[in-house]
């Protein structure tokens, strides 16, 4: 199918299921694709039952908000996509969050920011909310991808009827 000069054609965004263990979404490495890449994780985690405002929908939509900026802003490469991947562990009270960019240099770090900076905090919030989080060299492709794991305090298998057990990418 071919389009006209002026209208381009754009992808629609996959829709959140409750029944899905798994949501993958590639988003553009800007910000406009980061706020779009925190969106759509906080409306799986609702559909996974995990209600806006509760502490677990809010601690996966801040870590992805936090890794979804670090991609587009420290792993950007012109005309490359980031990838956002959620994961729900049923039966062990776990969500995996991977957010992939195409830069494999500049591994993120931990660091203490001065009062006087905007940034250079994000991580040390990911830190907090986490249970775990590090980086891994981007399964089949060029980069990195960041992953953070949340306890949700109740497996899934719980409140998802007819959900089954998905392993963890490691």
């Not at 985690?45 to 995990?50: E, P, S």
């Not at 562990?89 to 830069?103: A, F, K, N, P």
């Amino acid at each position: 199918m071919t389009t006209s000069p002026g209208r381009v054609r754009r992808a629609t965004p996959p829709v959140p299921l409750p029944e899905q263990t798994v949501f993958s979404f590639r988003f553009t490495s800007s910000p406009r694709g980061a706020r779009l890449a925190r969106r759509l994780a906080s409306c799986q985690m609702d559909a996974w039952g995990w209600r806006y405002g509760t502490p677990v929908q809010d601690a996966v939509e801040l870590i992805v908000a936090e890794l979804a900026a670090n991609a587009v802003t420290h792993g950007r490469v012109p005309g490359r996509d980031a990838e956002l991947r959620l994961c729900r562990q049923d039966g062990e009270g776990l969500v995996r969050i991977e957010v992939s960019d195409t830069r494999g240099e500049g591994l993120p770090v931990v660091r203490e920011a001065g009062s006087g900076e905007d940034g250079g905090r994000g991580l040390v919030l990911v830190t907090a909310l986490a249970k775990e989080w590090g980086v891994m060299a981007r399964p089949g492709a060029p980069g990195k991808t960041v992953w953070a794991v949340v306890g949700t305090g109740v497996p899934v298998a719980s409140q998802v009827p007819g959900s089954r057990s998905l392993p963890l990418r490691t």
